[in-house]
């Protein structure tokens, strides 16, 4: 994702309407894109439309509460930096968080000013994690270069992919480097890139983590450390995937062999 062309996206949930409204009133003054929701049922469904790059999220409210919005939106956007807020902190509910990976976990009442300033430091930290991501496989990209594809293909059996695959609602255009589920880019890195075309091009077909090692990273690497290497960007692509139920079912993890692509979802 272009983190430079687009201002902030932020969510807001909490069902207090007055806390809402301020929030998001501070948050657009700062030049923040702010949707807010009222109930934990309903920022699920503006979290399956849309991306953001921060929540504010209120623990306690009725029906779907934030610590279980929380857990969903970790499945949903495991990017999305979350600040939570409550008035009733506790040491569980707190430790939980921490597990998580929230950004920060503030107490009512709370100064706005000091909202805005953690919001400032969240979309800092993503932007710092999304740079970091890039460098790593813009690295990863040039190692891979200067190896042999050619040796690498045919170790793994796999022969040189097409231009563009297709299936379970994807569709991967390696010219353009870019995979998307109508129409819309799903913004893979390059190696996650290189993963789902490996599985794609074999449909049905388990492959090792060892091959995946190979394709995706472009050398050797004995069996745990390639689970090791593969099972996070398999995650993290998986992750993205998640607002598209049928095309996260095309993963498929197959116990002590390793994985594949399957249109059956």
Known sequence: MNQTTHPPRILVVDDERAA??????ILQLDGCQVQAAASGEEA????QGAEFEVMVLDIKMPGL????L???ARRLAPQMVIIMLTAYGTLET???AIDLQVFAYLLKPVAPDDVLATVRRGLARRRELYHKDKLIDEIEQNVRALRSARTATREVGIAPHPRVLSGGGLVLDFDRREATVGGKN????????RLLGALMMRPDHVLAVRQ???VTHGYEADESEAREIIRPVLSRLRGKLARYPHCARCLVSVRGQGYMFTERG
């Open 65 to 68: 509460g934030g610590m279980q």
């Open 212 to 214: 995946l090692v190979q």
């Open 70 to 72: 929380l857990a969903e």
């Open 20 to 25: 809402r409204l301020s929030l998001g009133e």
């Open 44 to 47: 699920l469904k503006l979290m």
């Open 186 to 193: 799903l913004h893979l890195t390059p190696t996650e890139i």
């Open 94 to 96: 707190a430790l939980k």
